[in-house]
């Protein structure tokens, strides 16, 4: 997998002495009023998908359960993530881990678009 996420560590004092690809991600804006999911793919190989996702202020999204494992961090905004048996607040910084095959359900919750940084990979 690529590094794609050097501007976020780098806030954390955490240095790389190299990467394969850099990409900040604050540069990837969605300029028309966004009214649906918004997916732009950073990188892919036959194992592993790496992108940013932005959804609008009060889009839901039932998911069946990707049958890859999910790793997910909080870029921006506020959502919920509601699996079988609990409902987790996600706010900017929040990260989580969904085995594959999970069911949630994602809702957009607050004034803010929410933005997204999603690895998905064989589990």
Do not use: W
């Not at 991600?25 to 918004?38: K, R």
């Not at 839901?60 to 987790?88: H, M, Y």
């Not at 929040?94 to 949630?104: E, F, S």
């Amino acid at each position: 997998m690529k590094l794609f996420i050097l501007s976020i560590c780098a806030s954390f004092g955490v240095n790389f002495l190299s990467a394969q690809t850099v990409q900040h991600l604050d540069s990837i804006q969605h300029d028309i009023p966004l009214t649906d999911l918004y997916m732009e793919e950073l990188e892919t190989d036959t194992v592993s998908g790496t992108m940013i996702v932005l959804a609008p202020t009060g889009f839901e999204k039932q998911r069946i359960g990707s049958p890859t494992k999910e790793q997910i961090l909080v870029l921006q905004g506020r959502a919920n993530f509601i699996f079988e048996d609990k409902k987790v607040n996600a706010t900017t910084g929040t990260y989580l881990v969904i085995p594959a095959n999970t069911p949630h359900r994602v809702e957009v919750i607050g004034e803010e678009i929410l933005k997204m940084l999603i690895v998905q990979h064989a589990p």
